[in-house]
């Protein structure tokens, strides 16, 4: 058998993702590809661990991202599983309302923050939604599948000027 050359495990200069990085296997895969030169980000269920793996700040909203992608791919596939059967499928992804998710409605400062990262300069109204809703939900919108709508005031476009780090403050 031919030894393999070095070069083709060199990862310096590349990212990987490895879930689980608290401990176990996971955790053996991201201080193995660390200690080679890639960079880590790191995702487990145990905050605690996590910090004890990276020694760095570990608040990036990844779960939430992951998430919200998989509803992306749900609605896009249900769209196309569904269509020959004329079921349209569509969702709303909306961004920062004032609701009482969470511990309940959102604080002042809170909804001072995200007047600052939305481009509209403030949370969203729930009323707001309506509108979208009956059209989505309507005959108005009979020729339209697999669609999302981010209703968000511009969050989205904003989102790339964000520090991360900033969030918890």
């Known amino acids: 058998m031919t030894a393999l050359p070095a070069e083709i495990?060199?990862?310096?200069?590349?990212?990987?993702?490895?879930?689980?990085?608290?401990?176990?296997?996971?955790?053996?895969?991201?201080?193995?590809?660390a200690g080679c030169?890639?960079?880590?980000?790191?995702?487990?269920?145990?905050?605690?661990?996590l910090?004890?793996?990276?020694?760095?700040?570990?608040?990036?909203?990844?779960?939430?991202?992951?998430?919200?992608?998989?509803?992306l791919n749900l609605v896009r596939q249900a769209a196309l599983d569904l269509?020959?059967?004329?079921?349209?499928?569509?969702?709303?992804a909306p961004g920062p309302f004032r609701t009482n998710i969470g511990d309940g409605p959102p604080s002042p400062e809170a909804e001072a923050r995200w007047g600052t990262s939305v481009a509209l300069g403030r949370m969203g109204d729930p009323r707001e939604l309506r509108g979208l809703a009956l059209f989505v939900a309507s005959r108005a919108s009979s020729f339209v599948t697999g669609s999302v709508?981010?209703?968000?005031?511009?969050?989205?476009?904003?989102?790339?000027?964000?520090?991360?780090?900033s969030e918890g403050t």
């Open 83 to 92: 269509a020959r059967r004329q079921v349209r499928v569509n969702a709303i």
């Open 9 to 33: 495990f060199d990862v310096s200069g590349t990212v990987a993702l490895v879930t689980g990085a608290g401990s176990g296997l996971g955790r053996a895969i991201a201080e193995t590809v």
């Open 149 to 165: 709508y981010a209703v968000d005031g511009g969050a989205l476009l904003q989102s790339m000027a964000l520090d991360p780090a």
């Open 37 to 49: 030169g890639a960079m880590v980000v790191a995702a487990d269920l145990d905050q605690t661990r």
């Open 51 to 71: 910090e004890e793996l990276a020694g760095v700040d570990p608040f990036v909203p990844y779960s939430y991202a992951v998430a919200k992608a998989g509803v």
